[in-house]
């Protein structure tokens, strides 16, 4: 395989320790800076491991950086809509965590990895919209005046 394919496998991996920090971190805003650093160097330490081990240079760490980050921010918006929606945290990272073991395990299949890193963060912005807007609805109609 070329090169092309490790920087691939360094972006999927990069999502799927993306996909994880999201689901151990939950939906807390206040911590969303931190995690997202953690996710960029943790993707990147993945990318570097990638880089020693076979060729890519110095875009297996960039790519393993962006996955992590992108991945992080697409599963920080499903995490936090399964949160305000009743899920427990621990059910929620479990699952979550699950998913990111997907996501790592499809990262070596050829261009998958790209795909997953581009996909993620277009899916929470799809998300994000399809929310709906919040009403007073009936509320309005019980006060006393």
């Keep these: 395989m070329g090169s092309w394919y490790w920087i691939g ?9 993306g996909v994880l920090v999201a689901g151990a971190v939950g939906a807390v805003r206040s911590v969303l800076l931190a995690s997202a650093v953690a996710a960029a160097l943790a993707g990147a330490g993945l990318g570097y491991g990638i880089d020693e081990w ?36 621990g059910g929620t990272a479990t699952l979550v965590g699950g998913g990111a073991l997907l996501v790592a395990a499809a990262a070596w299949i050829p261009v998958v990895g790209y795909l997953e890193a581009l996909a993620l963060p277009v899916l929470a912005a799809r998300l994000r919209r399809a929310q709906p807007e919040r009403y007073a609805g009936l509320r309005t109609l019980a006060r006393d005046e």
């Design 9 to 17: 496998v360094s972006a999927g991996l990069g999502a799927g320790v």
């Design 54 to 89: 076979q060729p890519g240079g110095w875009a297996d760490v960039a790519a393993g950086a962006a996955g992590g980050l992108f991945g992080l921010l697409g599963a920080a918006q499903v995490v936090g809509g399964a949160l305000r929606r009743g899920g427990t945290r």
